[in-house]
């Protein structure tokens, strides 16, 4: 299934996100494929008007893309893994990201605070694929001071962020904070 990814940008800012604009927001991470004339017929306007809102949603950064999502156990991919990596030096994030970025087995990667500074999530078809990856792979990167794996029983929630009332929530946050 196709769907379009939404991120998080400091020039999304100037962009506000109206009801109509929550509403095709809502409806294409819900199902990427719909079409922009449906979507039209849901919110009350024209085709046209929904064509031009997305163009200004993708123009904005809201809208990063579509993508298709195949499951990864339908590759034989059986092991989901979380991957918290510690570094030797912090300043080597960049260079160490640029060789996870080579690994495919890596899905995402996340610079987080904590004790670690880095969290991966990884997929493998066994176990012991998953101990090459890492004993072959990641530990020998350069500034990899430790890992630690975590091993996903189960997804119990997959899915988009929400989009509706998201700007109204994020608006009011504003609002109590400058007071």
């Not at 769907?3 to 998080?8: A, D, E, G, Q």
């Not at 962009?15 to 009350?44: H, V, W």
């Not at 500074?117 to 990884?122: E, F, I, N, R």
Request: proline fraction near 2%.
């Amino acid at each position: 299934m196709h769907r379009f990814c939404l991120k998080t940008v400091s020039y999304m800012h100037n962009y506000q996100i109206d009801q109509t604009d929550q509403k095709i927001l809502s409806l294409l991470t819900k199902n990427a494929r719909m079409p922009f004339l449906e979507i039209a017929r849901i919110c009350g306007v024209s085709g046209a008007a929904i064509h031009q809102r997305v163009k200004r949603l993708e123009a904005a950064g809201i809208i990063t893309g579509a993508r298709l999502l195949v499951k990864p156990q339908a590759l034989g991919l059986n092991i989901c893994a979380f991957v918290s990596i510690s570094l030797s030096e912090a300043s080597k994030y960049l260079e160490v990201v640029d060789r996870l970025k080579q690994i495919p087995e890596i899905v995402e990667c996340h610079f987080v605070t904590g004790k670690y500074a880095l969290l991966v999530k990884m997929y493998c078809f066994d176990n012991d694929h998953l101990m090459e990856v890492l004993l072959n792979t990641i530990q020998k990167i350069p500034h990899i001071l430790a890992t630690d794996t975590v091993i996903a029983l189960d997804e119990a929630i997959d899915r988009q962020v929400w989009v509706k009332d998201y700007k109204s929530n994020t608006t009011s946050k504003k609002k109590s904070s400058l007071k």
